[in-house]
């Protein structure tokens, strides 16, 4: 049987001045991948800087989670952006977390969009080139996290990046393998139990149920457990526990 490796990241650094969210010391503990807030949909100075600090010490590899500037509305309301708006922030986040993550003598290790930014340029092609290019000028060893099969993934691929194709442990999915929308109420699986099993699912075999019951081939290099979530720590531990049951490791995916 072929050993199966596969990483696990977590979106964290996603508190701004008083308002904390997330457990982000605890979750650290159990993710190979950090996708740390840049301060546009949320985190701020301070807390990119501490979470760079925490993310070293855990030795979990350090992604930057660029976002739309929208922190009332934490980076999931859908703006109206031009490709040049969507390079120059990529390209001012991600230079501002390289920036502390080089004074905690580490290295960026990937990028990945976030929220409406993500799911822009998970369907368009010239919003995906933006983000792309942008990675590729800030360093072009650097990892390009995006949904798998989606325009992302081939915008990195055309500009010469390696690419994570990513699946969510509590997402549901489309026929056409986009993630079901956060305003439908099917969007979200609180189940955890069942959450855990599709993920062993697209682990293990590669496929995934949509929400109109068709199987769908899915690629999954790494998956996401997003760190705003309530149940986040115990989703985290109960995906390791499933993982060690099943032989799998969990490495970042440049390791």
Not at 55 to 60: H, I, L
Not at 131 to 146: E, F, K
């Amino acid at each position: 049987m072929t050993a199966i490796t596969v990483d696990l990241n977590s979106d964290i650094g996603e508190s701004f001045g008083l308002y904390q969210m997330g457990q982000d010391e605890e979750v650290l503990k159990f993710i190979s991948s950090a996708n740390i807030a840049c301060g546009y949909h949320a985190g701020d100075h301070n807390v990119m800087n501490k979470t760079v600090k925490l993310a070293v010490e855990r030795g979990v590899a350090i992604g930057a989670h660029p976002g739309l500037p929208d922190l009332a509305g934490f980076g999931r309301r859908f703006i109206d952006v031009t490709p040049d708006d969507v390079y120059n922030m990529v390209i001012y986040q991600v230079s501002g977390l390289q920036g502390f993550v080089q004074i905690h003598g580490d290295s960026l290790h990937h990028v990945k969009p976030h929220g409406a930014l993500f799911h822009m340029a998970t369907k368009d092609p010239i919003i995906a080139k933006a983000v792309a290019t942008a990675v590729y000028d800030c360093d072009p060893s650097l990892i390009l996290y995006g949904l798998t099969g989606s325009e992302l993934v081939l915008a990195g691929k055309n500009k010469g990046l390696r690419v994570a194709e990513e699946v969510f442990a509590d997402r549901t999915y489309q026929p056409d393998g986009r993630l079901t929308p956060r305003s439908d109420p099917h969007a979200i699986i609180d189940d955890r139990d069942e959450a855990m099993s599709r993920v062993l699912r697209m682990v293990t075999q590669g496929m995934v149920t949509a929400v109109d019951g068709t199987d769908i081939p899915i690629k999954a290099d790494t998956i996401c457990v997003h760190g705003d979530e309530s149940q986040a720590l115990e989703f985290v531990k109960g995906l390791r526990q499933l993982f060690i049951e099943h032989t799998i490791s969990v490495k970042a995916v440049s390791h």
